[in-house]
């Protein structure tokens, strides 16, 4: 149970996110790797409803200083009729590429910068954390099986 609790706190901490807690839990804990990938999932898509809340509150009580709303309105100004056109592939590649400074946490910030639809942009973001978790988990599996070879453990995947 212990190693749930710690997949579910991996696959929320900002920039390691499921990257780390799939490759966690199907080579250090050998766990089911369907298994990972669901607690992983689960717990990374949950970042984005407190994440995006949580920007709307910051951005009430800074948007008075002029040097923040202008940046914010400039983004979302410039950026508009890009949205309109790659709203769905480029948050979700955002979130999908497996790399640092990529992900959930990431892909809600870009959302709220560019001050995307609240609905749509969740369904965006999860299609990302779901690519990025098969990802994973096949390069874990992969990976593991390969592990496990050399150093001659018995795999329970």
Do not use: C
């Not at 050998?30 to 689960?42: D, E, H, S, W």
């Not at 609240?118 to 988990?137: C, E, P, Q």
Request: positive net charge.
């Amino acid at each position: 149970m212990e190693q749930y609790l710690i997949l579910i706190l991996i696959s929320m901490l900002p920039w390691i996110e499921l990257r780390g807690s799939i490759p966690i839990g199907i080579i250090v804990y050998g766990l089911n790797p369907l298994v990972v990938f669901a607690i992983a999932v689960t717990a990374n898509s949950l970042i984005y409803f407190p994440g995006r809340f949580a920007l709307g509150l910051f951005y009430r009580y800074v948007e008075n200083i002029g040097t923040v709303k202008n940046i914010v309105e400039r983004v979302r100004k410039k950026s508009t009729k890009k949205i309109e056109k790659y709203e769905f592939l480029g948050l979700t590649l955002l979130v999908a590429v497996p790399l640092p400074f990529t992900g959930a946490y990431t892909g809600t910030l870009a959302a709220w910068l560019l001050n995307m639809d609240y609905r749509k942009s969740f369904v965006y973001i999860l299609a990302g954390i779901l690519i990025a978790g098969i990802v994973m988990t096949g390069l874990s599996m992969i990976m593991g099986g390969v592990i496990f070879d050399v150093l001659k453990i018995p795999k329970s995947f």
